[in-house]
T-cell receptor, first 112, second 115 residues
């Protein structure tokens, strides 16, 4: 079993819909959680960075962490065609833990 | 200004050849990484250097050898290239071990094709 599980999709939604992405993990030591967005033929770019449980909002993006369920989510409101990309979750045990554990990535297409 | 840069962007070569990929970061970070991304998009860590010292060395064939001349640069040399080495290789950097934040910043990738 992988340390971080993420449904690879693909996920196709109409423009304006809410996109819901999630990852589950098995290592209860994970405290730092990240979401990366990767456009085709580009490098991953950091989208959201959260510590421990709770919600974090940044514009149309909301990241949620539920450590009790070992479950993290990313919501994209009012999705746009420019949101079409692969979204990767990543996590680590602490700021001294420089090794990130990545999910496999979910490919999202937003249809105009 | 490009934070993490890699050269070359594309590399097409024959089996058995030796090639190098270079990476540079201008973020002032202490830690740098090499990842391999396969066709299914899974990112696999290969190596990491913190202040020029090797701190992560995953199970990678010894044909792959990283080298960090200074903390802003991390190069990857690959000997005797094989078909299975075809992938996209990403360089990344982070503030460093023990710093407040540990997110990593990625370069644009080097697409390696071995024929």
């Amino acid at each position: 079993q992988k340390e971080v599980e993420q449904d690879p999709g693909p996920l196709s939604v109409p423009e304006g819909a809410i996109v819901s992405l999630n990852c589950t993990y098995s290592n209860s030591a994970f405290q730092y959680f990240m979401w990366y967005r990767q456009y085709s033929r580009k490098g991953p770019e950091l989208l959201m960075y959260t510590y421990s449980s709770g919600n974090k909002e940044d514009g149309r993006f909301t990241a949620q962490v539920d450590k009790s369920s070992k479950y993290i989510s990313l919501f994209i409101r009012d999705s746009q065609p420019s949101d079409s990309a692969t979204y990767l979750c990543a996590m680590s045990a602490g700021s001294n833990d420089y090794k990130l554990s990545f999910g496999a990535g979910t490919t999202v297409t937003v249809r105009a | 200004d490009t934070a993490v840069s890699q050269t070359p962007k594309y590399l097409v070569t024959q089996m058995g050849n030796d090639k190098s990929i270079k990476c540079e970061q201008n973020l002032g970070h202490d830690t740098m990484y090499w990842y391999k991304q396969d066709s299914k998009k899974f990112l696999k860590i290969m190596f990491s250097y913190n202040n020029k010292e090797l701190i992560i060395n995953e199970t990678v064939p010894n044909r792959f050898s990283p080298k960090s001349p200074d903390k802003a640069h991390l190069n990857l040399h690959i000997n005797s290239l094989e078909l299975g080495d075809s992938a996209v290789y990403f360089c990344a950097s982070s503030q460093g071990v023990g710093r407040a934040r540990n997110e990593q910043f990625f370069g644009p990738g080097t697409r390696l094709t071995v024929l």
